[in-house]
């Protein structure tokens, strides 16, 4: 056989060939199925990269003033509702309170002497009232007796003095007859006049009825007394309770703002806290995005802090104003895309997670 010339074509190899070009095909597919995939994905999807964990925040402040004495939790302590985080040195507001026990006890007392003395002098006032009374009923009961015997004197005075005219009694049986007349009328005379002065009496006795109203003002006049001080005394039992700060949930620690021996004024922060249980995430949705977006879609989670594992959530609110809005408290002008706070739930994972932890969100939205 000759050998070829050095014009001839190298020989080709047909199997290598075929696996390159397979090789190309596949490589050619997997690229097309690649942005087939993501652009199935991103037509299902609105994807945020940089979502964060949120809390809501306790911060317990000074509703009274006063100097820091104990400070009985440290930062990352969990803690329960009503359980003593700290207390104030309480020895003055103990005082002021013992003071103001004295000064309402003090009134008490007063008021009581005072409604004694409005009872007795009711009391005295309707005995007087009853024994003049039953004074005049007596002298009434009396004048009526000497009524009767004045009119008998007067009848036999008339008939004495007929008989006379007709000589059948003597002048001594008239003058008799006209003595007792005469002593019977100053009896009854004297009566009457008794009864006057005791229904004049009676009359200035119910008038003391007016000095009631001057009981009564002096209790009106301690009573105001009694609520100021009673007032004052809630106040400073209040002021001395707030001198022991309580946690108003459960929660933990994130921050302690004070140390033992410092002095609060009204207002100035304690703590700063936050329920582990009550988490959400607030992911910064483009504008461009947020009108596939609605309440209760799910959410697919992926934590930072636990990769290649995903947890569930749901859509709950969509912010009306943009981040940057929020930001800044005021309307951007050429600030470039914009992005619309979006609140997520998510579902308890059985694991750590802590407020500002960094997650990636996919919204399923088809």
Partial sequence: ?????PDAAPERHPTRFRWRRFALVLGAGAVVALFAYEALHWFRHVYEPDARIQ???TVLSSSVDGAIEHILVRRGDRVEPRQQL?????ALAQLEVRSLEADLAKEQATRRQAEAELDFFK????????????????LNRELGTV???WEIARSNVARNNELLSRSMVSRQIIDDANDKLLAITSIRQDLQTKIQVENKRLDEIEGLHGQE????????IIDRNIDRIAVLLAQSRQRLQDMHIYSPIRGVVNEIHVSPGAFLELGDPIFLMHDPEQIWVEADIDESDIRHVKVGQPVIIDIDAYPFEHFSG???SIGQVTSSVIAQGRS????????????????PIGKSVWPGMRVAVNIVIR
């Fill in 1 to 5: 056989m000759p050998a070829p010339g």
């Fill in 55 to 57: 809390a809501e925040y």
């Fill in 86 to 90: 700290a207390s104030m040195d309480t």
């Fill in 123 to 138: 009391v005295d006032l309707a005995n007087k009232i009853a024994t003049a009374r039953a004074s005049i009923a007596n």
């Fill in 147 to 149: 009524q009767e015997r």
């Fill in 213 to 220: 109203a001057i009981y009564l003002a002096r209790l009106e």
């Fill in 314 to 316: 749901t859509v709950r």
């Fill in 332 to 347: 951007p002008h050429g600030a470039g895309a914009q992005k619309i706070p979006v609140i997520i739930d998510f579902e």
